[in-house]
């Protein structure tokens, strides 16, 4: 879904510039979460995240090389079983999103998924508005259950 340039506007207006803050540091004094492990820069390898539960391992493979700042890219989205290997199919609704935690803010987009013939999917709509620290969130939903696969991603100059 397409939307407007004014959240964007506003989030410059904020102050939610490409630096993003020291850590141990936050704005209400509070200890900051602990620094995320060096993540990529992101050159069309495929990342890899298993979920939190430990039920499917999120293959995510960008289909431009680098990724870039402020534009649509698409990637293909791959969800496999970590014990045999085997394409994970249990599952009702999955969806791919990015968030920038540091800032406490995501995409401002949705993202569409189309299946492939291969048994992955194509995530088209993806969009990194600014450079630093991004992680995608690949969920699945099994009835009431759910589930998260979480892929560090670092966005450079």
């Not at 509070?30 to 979920?51: I, M, Y």
């Not at 999103?97 to 709509?125: C, E, F, I, N, Y």
Request: net charge negative; with cysteine.
């Amino acid at each position: 879904m397409s939307r407007s340039i004014l959240p964007l506007l506003a989030l410059a207006a904020l102050g939610c510039g490409p630096g993003e803050p020291d850590a141990g540091s936050t704005s209400s004094g509070a200890a900051a979460p602990a620094p995320h492990p060096a993540s990529p820069e992101v050159r069309g390898d495929t990342l890899e995240g298993l979920s939190s539960g430990g039920a499917f391992l999120a293959r995510v493979t960008p289909l431009v090389d680098p990724i870039p700042m402020n534009e649509a890219f698409g990637v293909l989205l791959s969800l496999v079983d970590p014990d045999s290997g085997e394409p994970f199919v249990d599952y009702d609704e999955v969806s791919i999103d990015a968030r920038m935690p540091a800032h406490k803010h995501g995409m401002l987009r949705d993202v569409g998924l189309t299946p492939q013939d291969d048994g992955s999917m194509r995530a088209d709509g993806l969009l990194l508005h600014m450079y630093g620290h991004w992680e995608l969130h690949v969920d699945i939903r099994k009835g009431a259950l759910f589930e998260r696969a979480q892929i560090s991603v670092r966005l450079q100059y």
